[in-house]
């Protein structure tokens, strides 16, 4: 149980375009998900916290008009980076939590390269 | 000072060794205390996963929390190649979480 997938796995995108991240619960409902961003041999640094239904949390220093969030259900969270630029390229991850549990469950990531 | 504080590493040791993995921290709020693998270009995946100090044990991994020290560790027995990656602890208070920077770990065959 608590599986979390990300689509697409990778992507390759041309600087100025826009590219959606989505996170899926697959075996349950996630009241709440995370969104990091992670570079090579660095820790996963939280990006924004989205609650169904509601506005996402964006952490300081993170555009929020440039990653865009949307909570729309309760088994799927998207991410989108708007306008992207080559520094954007990272690792993004998606975790989700169930209401009555603390633990995070992780996506595999998404590996973002902008050309 | 960071709200948790881990050993990078890397940490490399002969297969069947056992492996200790550490992180302190310094808010006393902290009530719920994971650890994590993560295997290179993936998600991290939940290891372990406590709220009391004490011993948990499943297979070959222990996790131990000392709330009065504020230390936390990760033992793992009879270690094998297929354990090489990062190791992040975590630890929430509820509603906040906060990583460690992972250990990175490599087993020797």
């Known amino acids: 149980g608590a599986v979390v997938s990300q689509h697409p796995s990778r992507v390759i995108c041309k600087s100025g375009t826009s590219v959606k991240i989505e996170c899926r619960s697959l075996?349950?409902?996630?009241?709440?998900m995370f969104w990091y961003r992670q570079f090579p041999k660095q820790s996963l640094m939280l990006m924004a916290t989205?609650?169904?239904?509601?506005?996402?949390?964006?952490e300081q220093g993170v555009e929020k008009d440039k990653f865009l969030i949307n909570h729309a259900s309760l088994t799927l969270s998207t991410l989108t980076v708007t306008s992207a630029h080559p520094e954007d390229s990272s690792f993004y991850i998606c975790?989700?939590?169930?209401?009555?549990?603390?633990?995070?469950?992780f996506g595999p990531g998404t590996r973002l390269t902008v050309t | 000072q960071k709200e948790v504080e881990q050993d990078p590493g890397p940490l490399s040791v002969p297969e069947g060794a056992i492996v200790s993995l550490n992180c302190t921290y310094s808010?006393?709020?902290?009530?719920?205390f994971m650890w994590y693998r993560q295997y290179s270009r993936k998600g991290p995946e939940l290891l372990m996963y406590t709220y009391s100090s004490g011993n948990k044990e499943d297979g070959r991994f222990t996790a131990q929390v000392d709330k009065s020290s504020k230390y936390i560790s990760l033992f793992i027995r009879d270690s094998q190649p297929s354990d090489s990656a990062t190791y992040l602890c975590a630890m929430s208070t509820g509603n906040q979480f906060y990583f460690g920077t992972g250990t990175s770990l490599t087993v020797i065959p």
């Open positions: 975790s989700a939590r169930i209401a009555a549990v603390r633990e995070q469950y």
């Open positions: 075996d349950f409902q996630a009241t709440t």
């Open positions: 989205s609650n169904e239904g509601s506005k996402a949390t964006y």
């Open positions: 808010n006393s709020a902290f009530q719920y």
